[in-house]
């Protein structure tokens, strides 16, 4: 069996701050996570936590990935726009133009993410966080499809899609120019093999499958941190 993604994981200069934004915007329960940081449950079909990390890295640059959120009507994508902004989210100016209807923002670290005008067709049939919006070529996106055995929902032009098969959002990658990487992504997956599952073997199955090897400092214990083919992190969490 492969792992599961157990949680998307930010870094947070302020952990504590961020996941009361995360949590007050969307509705979700803290908790400690058995891996360390602060965790959100989802109470969808998301499938997988949030995860918030402490890190003394400032952010440089835009992430790799950001949220999608749908909205319903032009009065509700206004409403979810306030309620953001009223726990300490900000307009952000990222290249978008005036005729898209999406709204660009920033939680109070600056993450990124999109409120999505009504009538996307792509993501009608999500829930409120419609996709995991990737900067990321066909490659990754074929690597992930394996990795976590989601099927491909998207697969035209160099751009990809997956989705697990129990719903929740899509994980999209746009595909060439792929912006080059300058530093260590604030967001990366963690994957959790499953019960009784081997984190070795499971590294070893990533590797065959594309992923590199990282040192990070992270010591011999505990996660082992991969690169997908595009070199972006992410972690192969130890049984529980």
């Given at each position: ?23 007050g915007f969307l509705g979700w329960e803290t908790t400690e996570d058995r891996y360390g940081g602060i965790a959100l ?183 082992v941190v991969l690169a997908d083919p595009d070199g972006n992190e992410f972690c192969v969490l130890p049984p529980q």
């Amino acid at each position: 069996m492969t792992s599961h993604l157990h949680a998307l994981s930010f870094d947070a200069n302020d952990p504590d701050r961020l996941a009361r934004f995360w949590a007050g915007f969307l509705g979700w329960e803290t908790t400690e996570d058995r891996y360390g940081g602060i965790a959100l449950l989802p109470d969808d079909d998301t499938g997988f936590r949030l995860r918030f990390a402490a890190s003394r890295e400032p952010k440089s640059g835009p992430n790799q990935m950001h949220f999608d959120l749908t909205s319903t009507s032009a009065d509700d994508q206004q409403d979810v726009v306030a309620r953001a902004l009223g726990l300490g989210a900000r307009h952000i100016d990222v290249g978008q133009l005036p005729e898209e209807g999406h709204v660009v923002l920033a939680d109070p670290e600056g993450n990124e993410f999109c409120v999505i005008e009504p009538g996307n067709t792509f993501l009608a049939d999500c829930g409120f966080i419609g996709a995991l919006a990737s900067d990321g070529s066909q490659a990754v996106g074929y690597f992930w499809n394996r990795a976590l055995d989601w099927p491909l929902v998207w697969d035209q032009d160099e751009e990809t899609a997956i989705r697990s098969p129990l719903g929740g959002p899509k994980v999209t990658w746009g595909g060439p120019p792929v912006a080059p990487k300058t530093g260590k992504n604030r967001l990366h997956f963690d994957l959790a093999p499953p019960a009784g599952g081997d984190q070795r073997a499971e590294v070893e199955r990533l590797v065959s499958l594309g992923a590199t090897r990282l040192d990070i400092g992270q010591g011999e214990a505990g996660p082992v941190v991969l690169a997908d083919p595009d070199g972006n992190e992410f972690c192969v969490l130890p049984p529980q």
